[in-house]
């Protein structure tokens, strides 16, 4: 058995879909995609006024879009209720007895909630926040597991108007606390515990941390999951079920404003602290909605299972939101991959029969290195559909993923999008777009994208730039929560009236985008992004350090890891255990996820002579050992000859 499949310099194998899989899709054919591609350039409002149709307003819009760059509003006067759009419709519908969630928890109990069911629970809870005198506008941090309830409060706090953020369960107390500062949270919705690999996460616990920091929470409603004992503070904590049986399972969604501010996510950019991009109503919903339809090709009898986390953009729109909108039904899993072995997925995948399945290349890459074993003695024949997203897949992980799961027949849609997308913009279309190991491929409708160079001038076939979107699309971010300045001035600056990503791309002869990576200061580990600024300052905030520069080196599953350069205060002495402690006090700050994989203690950092630290040389130096690229604008060239030696020695 191969673990390995040959690497190819450049890729010339293209995957079309099967006949009979294009048969049966909604878009089947690239004539159709190109027709389709070019109205929605064309007249943008016919035809996403379409699409937003289906989804059950309350009050139709006088005006499909309001564009007065940098601001763009969608579906100007409209009024919906994205909670009744995702769960009341389909019981209106008929599909009240359909599966909604089909839940199972990382010990292995499972949970179906139907779309009734559903209903229900969401009802309750909107009644409990109200009950707790949460209001339409007022933020909501959320800080779950992966549970139905994560799904549920968010549903609530849609249903009722007000704004949620989630925070991802592996974030620490501090990134709580920095996030509550910034959206000056009003309530907090936790569980007492998750569980992550075997052991339980102190979820709770580490609110009552974040708690002591920032003091404005007037409520944290706590599920109980692990049933492990928290404290509860009297008049400011209560459990979620207690609350629950004192309310009724009844409510009236009403409608608000397309425009109307649906949740805050942060996410890490070059500089300082993370930003809240903020998302509203009606036109996330229909660009969540609109690419579930079309690129994972929901049909009515499908399983759909999406591996991220609620605490990511992607679990909102691909977990939440986009396939809720559909009225598929769908699979969620609490825990680890890898638990008890690398062949949980597979039974999930098996034991549900799932069709559609969702994950990233890093996952795709731990379960190369674990082995054949796992998925070959697994039943996938479900399967139809694979996706990925979070970063560029690499072509040895896409045949894999062709290949060994998907059984050769399924189509695999690389899916290239953004916190502050909303929404996949660039992605085959399962029915009829050729694939090619590598490439997102194609725009999604209504999607302007190119590739410029400095001067703003479109670049050639295969010549690399910077990727950019030209025109508004429904699910775009409305701006950094609290900070004009900088949605401004990071996304809007570069180009008059365009979009920038902050990915460097390019695109080949037939038109297929091929994403490099991040442009800025931000890495992508295991799919996330983390801001190189983020962790110095987590680095920096420990007592001996006097300074740090952090920069990304690749890593075999991870994508990229974390690799810090540290310099020490006064007399303090660098050894191992510091380096230990170092690593668990970045953990502290902002999570595991952040953690460096290796710290080099340094008597000096190189700095430019108006003293700018020169991440660009200690990343050629730990990739490649040594540094050969323009060092005209060092100041002191010793520095540099001394890491080269610390680094290739290690
Ligand atoms: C990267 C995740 C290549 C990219 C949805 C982007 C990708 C950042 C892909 C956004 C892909 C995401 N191919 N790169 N298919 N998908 N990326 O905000 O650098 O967590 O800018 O959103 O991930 O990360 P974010």
Redesign the pocket.
Known sequence: MSKKIESHLTEDRVFKPSKEFSKKARISSMAQYKRMYQESIDKPGTFWAREAKELGWQKKWTKALEWKAPYAKWFVGGKINVCESCVDRHVREGRGNKAAIIWEGEPGENVTLTYRQLQREVCKFANVLLARGIKSKDRVLIYMPMVPEAAIAMLACARIGAVHSVVFGGFSAESISDRLEDCKAKAVITTDGGYRRGSIVPLKANVDEALKRYKDVETVIVHQRTGDKVTMKKGRDVYWHEEAAQVSAIHEPKGFDSEHPLFILY?SGSTGKPKGILHTSGGYLTGAYTTCKYIFDMQEDDVYWCTADVG???GHSYIVYGPLANGVTQVMYEGAPNFPDFGRFWDIVEKYSVSIFYTAPTAIRAFIKAGDEFPDSRDLSSLRLLG??????NPEAWMWYHEKIGGGRCPIV???????TGAIMISPLPGCTPTKPGT?TLPFFGVDAAILDETGQECRADEGGKLVIRKPWPSMLRTIYGDKKRYRDTYWNDYDGMYT???GARTDKKGNFW?V??LDDVL?VS???LGTAEVESALVSHKVVAEAAVVGRPHEIKGQGVVAFVTLKGNAKSSDALAKELRNHVGTVIGAIAKPDEIFFTPALPKTRSGKIMRRLLKELVETGSVSGNTTTLEDHEVIAALQKQVSGK
Do not use: K, L
Not at 388 to 393: H, L, R, W, Y
């Open positions: 996410t990511w953009i992607t990925t997203v979070g970063e560029p897949i690389d899916t290239w999008w953004q916190t502050e997102a990503a902050g990915d994403i990576g991040r992508n799919g996330h992004r």
